[in-house]
């Protein structure tokens, strides 16, 4: 196969990264990868369906995994596994040795492992230049749930219409599902048994980068787990600051002990991000040096600095997140011209052990087990996004009272823009068209 066709095959099954901002998939085919990377690092606490797919469907990821390998003429594949995913590396090699181009690496259980930057390293000791491309360095990393969803789109013709979602927290029952996209997540934690809590905060995405969402908003194909809060959690509290807030705390009690910096991931592999010089400097409104509001572009968005490092509990991602957003609506662009230093002679020594981060983050309680159901559930309505993924919105392609079935088309990706088809995930009757979204109720006629 020649990647022209994998990549037709790829965009029209509507594949992105099943995880992240959702790059689409097709886009990452290269012929420059001389390795390319599964990534089965879970990269937060809690999040579990990685490993779990990657058991019960070893056979398949490798087969499509090797099939990328090849495409791309890459010289070898490197899955990443944390080393304590023992029943997940014993399904991998009952396979592997089919494939000896493929190997495994087995990973420490530290935070943020699934960072791609900080896994290329780990994995081939190789460092991404800041603000670079993990192609520059002759290296492509897929995440295993997208692996999968390639699997099925070139041997099942199966475009991705369902999700796997983890459901944990403040439920009684806590489950890794299968849902058509578009199912809302409230919906969805029905699915997880009784809730435990009389006023839940859905926290969507991990405990470190998750986001409060609404009940009615629907799955995408990047959302990987729905944690149910108590609304009075200190993840819950600290997400509904104000930045404003933030700023004046910094300013406050911010004592300079550089924490923040010294253990920032991206900070140890030689990139020029320094979260107590912003913090210094936004906190006093000091611009006299720029750099630390430039070098916010850098900032992989972890949040090790303010829920692991900081011991005044303050929020150097928040504030950075907030800058370079702003940074960005003006127009300004990341620099180029920025220094590389060397590795961090004590990286190793500054890595977060993801137990220790666990109860750092008061969720240690809610780690238990979430058995997969990897059979798609039924629902009657679904709300189906036009934009998943990074790059241009898919355009819708169907109207009000046509009918679809699972898999149909519904959305075309604009005329040479980076997008990818959108498919109905449900049959049924589509009940509202806008230029955001797809409505259909899978128990119409």
Request: proline letters at 6%.
């Amino acid at each position: 196969m020649t990647i022209g066709e994998l990549k037709e095959i790829l965009q029209g099954a509507g594949i992105v990264g099943a995880g992240g901002a959702g790059f689409p998939t097709y886009a990452k085919l290269d012929e420059r990868a001389d390795t390319i990377l599964l990534n089965c690092a879970e990269c937060e606490p809690l999040l579990m369906l990685h490993r779990q797919c990657l058991k019960v469907h070893a056979e398949e990821i490798l087969k499509a995994f090797e099939l990328v390998r090849e495409t791309v003429k890459a010289e070898r594949g490197i899955i990443g596994i944390k080393s304590e995913y023992e029943a997940t590396i014993n399904a991998l090699e009952e396979y592997i040795d089919k494939y000896p181009s493929l190997s495994i690496h087995k990973l420490s259980s530290s935070y943020p492992m699934g960072d791609e930057v900080v896994l290329i390293y780990e994995a081939t000791g190789k460092v991404v230049r800041p603000g670079g491309l993990p192609i520059e360095q002759g290296v492509a990393v897929f995440n295993v749930e997208t692996m999968y969803n390639i699997y099925r789109a070139v041997y099942e013709d199966h475009p991705v219409t369902d999700k796997l979602i983890t459901i944990v927290g403040e439920v009684s029952d806590p489950v890794t599902v299968r849902v058509p996209l578009g199912t809302s997540i409230r919906e969805m934690v029905s699915m997880a048994g009784s809730l435990t809590v009389k006023d839940p905060v859905y926290f969507v995405g991990g405990p470190m980068m998750g986001r409060i969402q609404d009940g009615d908003a629907p799955v995408t194909k990047t959302t990987n787990a729905i944690i149910v809060l108590p609304e009075d959690h200190k993840l819950v509290l600290k997400k509904k600051t104000e930045p404003s807030v933030g700023l004046k705390r910094a300013a406050s009690i911010c004592c300079q002990c550089q924490m923040c910096t010294d253990l920032c991931p991206r900070h140890a592999l030689g990139h020029p991000i320094e979260p107590h010089l912003f913090m210094r400097a936004a906190a006093n409104r000091d611009f006299t040096d720029l750099h630390p509001f430039l070098n916010t572009f850098f900032c992989s968005g972890c949040g090790l600095c303010e829920q692991y490092s900081c011991p005044q509990g303050l929020q150097p991602r928040t504030l950075i997140t907030e800058y370079k957003n702003g940074l960005r609506k003006n127009g300004i662009k990341a620099p180029s011209d920025v220094e590389i230093r060397p590795v961090s002679p004590v990286r190793d020594g500054r890595k977060a052990p993801e137990e220790r981060l666990a109860a750092r983050l008061g969720v240690t309680k809610y780690e238990k087990e979430a058995p997969l159901d990897d059979e798609v559930k039924r629902v009657r309505k679904v709300k189906v996004l036009l934009s998943q993924h990074i790059g241009a919105p898919a355009v819708a392609s169907v109207s009000v009272g046509d009918h679809v079935n699972a898999g149909d088309t519904v959305a075309l990706p604009p005329e040479k823009a980076l997008s990818v088809r959108i498919h109905a995930s449900v049959s049924g009757r589509v009940m509202e068209v806008t230029n955001q979204y797809v409505m259909i109720n899978g128990g119409a006629d």
